[in-house]
């Protein structure tokens, strides 16, 4: 389990974390989100061991991540947003320079890298890092991440700057670190792909904590169902002056209702009007419409 208590952070009379509290299990992806400067990157360096908190606790299972930072190094995969790589290496003899830090066997590192390159469908083709592309570099750091098998990863911006393609095969692949049972944090601005991941997911907001829980925790914090109404009408005019604003798309008029009041009192007016309700469509609100909702 990793809990937090009351962390701050301030820079300079700045604070960029304000008393953030949180707990979640092992074997989780666990989503961080919010604004730019909302406190996202702070708080995944101080997880990470990288910077201390002003005050406050930190514990990843039985590590005191505040009062010993290096403890969390043998067990930790970081992934800043701009990855360092060595690009004069080929990516072998990058993964195996790191595997070598971690103490690792030779055995070990040929292993380890045979398996990451093609689990990561990475084929450098003999060429040195500073040859690949964008997405190509971003798979090599995500291998380097992974060479000493860390039980907690942390990735900042994994997917960022990366084609479709690439973006969704990285978020596919995290979904097998948790089927691995590794603990995944990260920050990402595609929120969709942050919703369709993860079990947890915390919004910052100017340095604080303004929600946490699963999306359906968020979904009820933040909204309840809403209802999309596709219909049929030979004459629409019979629907003015008795009925809220619709649109046509796809053949059909649509509507909107906020609630199941709203929903009865819109299926009935069509009824009466001679139109025929073909389908109805129901919704949360999107992780994008919440931090939407939240404000800057």
Do not use: W
Not at 62 to 87: F, H, N, Q, T
Not at 150 to 159: R, S, V
Not at 202 to 228: D, K, P, W
């Amino acid at each position: 389990m990793i809990t937090a208590h009351n962390l701050v952070k301030n820079y300079d009379g700045f604070t960029a974390l304000d008393n953030v509290s949180f707990e979640f299990e092992d074997g989780e992806i666990f989503g961080i989100i919010g604004h730019n400067g909302a406190g996202k990157t702070t708080l995944l360096k101080i997880m990470a061991g990288l910077i201390a908190p002003t005050s406050g606790t930190l514990q990843v299972n039985d590590i005191d991540v505040v009062s010993d930072p290096l403890a969390l190094k043998g067990m930790l995969g970081y992934l800043p947003e701009e990855s360092r790589l060595y690009e004069t290496m080929t990516v072998e003899n990058y993964l195996a320079f790191f595997g070598e830090i971690y103490g690792l066997s030779a055995h070990t590192i040929r292993e380890r890298s045979r398996q990451l390159l093609a689990v990561l469908s990475l084929e450098p083709n003999g060429k040195k890092i500073g040859e690949f592309s964008k997405g190509m570099k971003r798979k090599a750091a995500i291998a380097r991440s992974l060479i000493h098998d860390p039980k907690l990863l942390i990735y900042d911006e994994a997917t960022s700057g990366l084609d479709p393609m690439t973006s969704r095969f990285i978020a596919d692949y995290l979904r097998t670190l948790r089927r691995d049972k590794k603990t995944v944090i990260l920050s990402a601005h595609n929120l969709f792909q942050v919703e369709a991941i993860c079990d947890k997911v915390m919004i910052l907001r100017r340095g604080q904590m303004v929600a946490f829980g699963s999306m359906s925790q968020l979904r009820e914090q933040f909204g309840s169902l809403t209802y999309t109404i596709f219909f049929s009408i030979d004459d629409p005019g019979r629907l003015l002056g008795h009925f809220r604003t619709y649109r046509q798309e796809e053949g059909f008029y649509i509507c909107s209702a906020e609630d199941m009041k709203e929903l009865n009192e819109c299926t009935a007016l069509i009824t009466e009007a001679g139109g025929k309700v073909e389908k109805i469509e129901s919704r949360y609100p999107s992780l994008e419409e919440m931090l939407v909702k939240i404000g800057k």
